[in-house]
């Protein structure tokens, strides 16, 4: 039985996580999981999986948690009780599920001692690329991708037996605007953004995937996870999300991997690896799929990605300056401060205007999203 550590429990992909426990209750057992806000959500997770190790980051909602909770279940306040637990003997795999910058110190806890990391936090990988993968390297620690794109790729690469690869395709949906006009995502309100059009999952990369920072994220996620310069990654538009992604090799073979949009299958993955264990739900079935469409991403249209792609390039603490300028950025758009394109205006001019560092340090990696979430801040 692996024992599970949920970092983000009450968000997306850690409710996901748990309905995947529940359907193995003899394959995992769940012994911390973690929330910011949703002190709710968290303690009926934790009577209902029975776990003994709960944490809530809002001080204003520990009481709460405590005096909800009887005894034998111990509850624990901030990021540092999250960082300490993922380190304890009794856990085998960590899901790293936290939304935005928060999740990247408990995620370094985990890899320093050496634990399996299934991680669906993208910002870690976009903030500290090198610093994540070095301590993983040095640590023995090993990263399962929970994004659907990344697993996908993951899985087509188990069958590339070392060969080298050509080039990545990294699928998006488009998100909901798509097939807008630039001048009528001009004036794109939260609660259109919010509605993807394939997947269910939270508001902050619901607004990066209407952006396509999202992906974008996952261009600097892939580079990092799987070795491969960017030049080599290629972002095509499949509204369907049937096929997740694909790895096209030098004698241009390509492989694919497809299935419904269901996140439950990568996590499960991630969390059973090397094994696949049966899961509930409807399957792909290909008499009803009328049509597989691909395009180009418009990057005038959307310049979040054009924005990644130099990010990325320019190297150093920039990915990550640009990653708290868009949380920044994303937070504002929420509460209706900011439009949409004020989003990636700030960031670019965040990415300009921070301090450069060519090799940061995990220090420099924190001083630079305070300085930059902070710079963005003062442009509204």
């Known amino acids: 039985m692996k024992r599970i ?37 968290l303690v009926e997770q934790a009577l209902a999986f029975n776990v003994p190790n709960v944490v809530i980051c809002n001080p204003d909602k520990y009481q709460a948690v405590r005096d909800a909770l009887p005894a034998g279940f111990n509850v624990f306040l901030g990021i540092e009780s999250a960082c300490d637990l993922v380190r304890m003997p009794e856990v085998d795999v960590v899901v790293a599920a936290m939304v935005g910058f928060s999740g990247l110190r408990p995620t370094l806890a985990a890899l320093e001692a050496g634990k399996t990391v299934a991680l669906a936090n993208k910002e870690t990988l976009v903030a500290a690329g090198s610093i994540v993968m070095e301590s993983a390297k040095a640590h023995g620690a090993c990263i399962y991708p929970v994004d659907s794109e990344h697993s996908a790729i993951f899985q087509c690469l188990l069958g590339a037996d070392g060969n080298p690869v050509h080039k990545i395709h990294l699928t998006a949906s488009g998100g909901p605007f798509r097939t807008w006009p630039r001048e009528k995502i001009v004036s794109a309100r939260k609660e259109q953004a919010l509605k993807h059009p394939n997947w269910s999952m939270g508001a902050k990369i619901t607004i990066d995937s209407a952006t396509m920072m999202n992906k974008g994220f996952e261009v600097i996620e892939a580079k990092w996870l799987f070795g491969v310069d960017t030049s ?12 997740h992604s694909m790895v096209e090799f030098e004698d241009g073979a390509v492989m694919a991997q497809l299935g419904l949009p269901d996140m439950r299958i990568p996590i499960q993955l991630a969390l059973a690896y090397p094994r696949r264990l049966p899961l509930e739900g409807k399957r792909l079935n290909f008499e009803e799929l009328s049509d597989l469409t691909f395009f180009e991403p418009d990057m005038e249209k959307f310049p979040c990605l054009a924005l990644a ?19 920044a950025a994303v937070a504002a758009y929420l509460q209706d401060k900011i439009g949409f394109y004020d989003i990636p205006d700030t960031v670019s001019k965040v990415m300009s205007g921070v301090n450069f560092a060519q090799n940061p340090s995990v220090d420099d990696i924190f001083e630079t999203n305070a300085e930059a979430y902070a710079l963005a801040s003062s442009l509204w």
Request: hydrophobic share 40%; aromatic share 2%.
């Open 5 to 41: 550590a949920i970092l983000g429990s009450t968000g997306s992909i850690g409710t996901q996580t748990l309905d995947v426990v529940r359907q193995h209750p003899d394959e995992f057992r769940v012994d911390m999981i973690s929330a910011g806000n949703n002190a709710q959500l």
């Open 232 to 243: 080599r990654i290629h972002v095509v538009v499949h509204p369907e999300s049937v096929i």
């Open 309 to 327: 792609f130099e990010a990325i390039e320019r190297g150093g603490n920039i990915p990550c300056a640009m990653n708290a300028a868009n949380e």
